[in-house]
C-alpha cells in the first residue's frame, strides 16, 4: 500500500469516526431546538458533498501516476534553485517532527467537531453540522488531492541526505502545498466559524478564534522541521483550509442571519436542457 492510499485511508477512518460521534452526541429528548444559522437541504447538499469525494478520489489517482525522483536526479537537486523565501527549510529532516504533526492533524479532525458538541445550540442542529462539516473536508481534500495530483514540487528533506527509501517515492514530489496544515485550518476554522454563528457577540470568541488559528500554525512548524514542505507550501495550506472552513458554512447562511442566501439549485428549463448554479436571494 502507498504512502497516499495509507494517508487517504486514515483520513476517511476520521470522517467514519466523526459520523459515530455524531450519533453519540445527537440529544435524544425532544426540547426545544435553537434556531439554526444554516439552510441544508439532503438532496442538494448530499450529491455536493459525493461529487467532492470523487473529485479526491481522481485526484489519488493523479497522484499515484506521478514518477519519483532516480538517484542521479536527486544528485542534481541544488538548494540554490529554491527561492530564497523558503531556502532555509531545504535539507531539514524530522521522523519526531513528522510523528507530531500527525498527532495533531489527525485528532484534531475529530476534536474539533467534538468540542462545537459542548455547545447546546449546536448540539440541537448537531446532524445539520456535522453534514456542513463532512462536505467542507470534502471540499478542501478536493482542491488538495487535485492540486497535487497535477502540481510537482519536491520536498525538502530530498536537498539533504535523509530520507531512505522515500527520496525515490513519487510522494516526495508532493510538498505543494500542505495537506496536514490544510486540514488542520480546515478543522478549526470551521469549528469557529459555526460557534460563533450559533454564538454572535460571545466573550470567548477571542479565545476560539486564537485557537483556531494557533494549532495549524502548530502543524505547519512541524512540516517545516519534518522537511516535508517549504515555508510558502504550509502558508497556501493555512489560506486554504482556514477559508474552506469559513467559507461553506458561509455559503449556507440562513437568510435571517446575513439578510442575503445562496442555494445550489439544478432543474430542467422549458426547452428541455438541465441546468445548475447558485440561487442568491437577498432579504429586503
Do not use: C
Not at 58 to 67: A, E, H, M, N, R
Not at 87 to 113: C, E, H, M, W
Not at 191 to 215: C, I, M, Q, R
Not at 254 to 274: E, K
Amino acid at each position: 500500500m502507498s504512502i497516499i492510499q495509507f494517508s487517504s485511508m486514515k483520513y476517511i477512518y476520521t470522517l467514519m469516526l466523526a459520523g459515530s460521534l455524531s450519533a453519540a452526541t445527537t440529544p435524544t429528548a425532544s426540547a426545544q431546538k435553537a434556531p439554526s444559522p444554516y439552510k441544508t437541504r439532503f438532496a442538494v447538499d448530499a450529491p455536493i458533498t459525493a461529487g467532492l469525494g470523487a473529485l479526491s478520489g481522481v485526484g489519488l489517482y493523479l497522484v499515484s501516476q506521478k514518477d519519483g525522483l532516480n538517484d542521479t536526479q536527486l544528485a542534481a537537486l541544488n538548494k540554490n534553485d529554491v527561492p530564497k523565501f523558503d531556502r532555509f527549510v531545504a535539507g531539514n529532516y524530522s521522523k519526531t517532527a513528522q510523528t507530531v504533526g500527525d498527532f495533531i492533524v489527525y485528532p484534531t479532525l475529530l476534536i474539533a467537531p467534538g468540542l462545537l458538541a459542548l455547545d447546546s445550540d449546536v448540539r440541537g442542529r448537531y446532524g445539520q453540522v456535522l453534514g456542513l462539516y463532512l462536505q467542507t473536508l470534502a471540499a478542501q481534500n478536493a482542491i488538495f488531492t487535485m492540486t497535487i495530483g497535477t502540481t510537482t514540487r519536491y520536498r525538502p528533506f530530498l536537498y539533504g541526505t535523509e530520507g531512505s527509501g522515500d527520496r525515490n517515492s513519487h510522494i516526495s514530489t508532493n510538498s505543494f502545498y500542505a495537506g496536514h496544515t490544510a486540514n488542520t485550518a480546515v478543522a478549526t476554522f470551521f469549528a469557529a466559524k459555526v460557534y460563533h454563528d450559533f454564538n454572535p457577540g460571545s466573550a470567548a470568541e477571542p479565545f476560539v478564534w486564537t485557537a483556531a488559528a494557533l494549532v495549524p500554525a502548530a502543524t505547519a512548524y512541524t512540516r517545516i522541521k519534518a522537511g516535508k514542505h517549504f515555508l510558502s507550501d504550509n502558508i497556501v495550506g493555512y489560506v486554504i483550509g482556514a477559508a474552506t472552513g469559513i467559507v461553506v458554512p458561509q455559503l449556507h447562511k440562513t437568510a435571517d442571519r446575513t439578510g442575503l442566501s445562496l442555494t445550489p439549485v439544478q432543474g430542467i428549463n422549458i426547452n428541455g436542457y438541465g441546468y445548475s448554479g447558485l440561487a442568491i436571494t437577498k432579504r429586503l
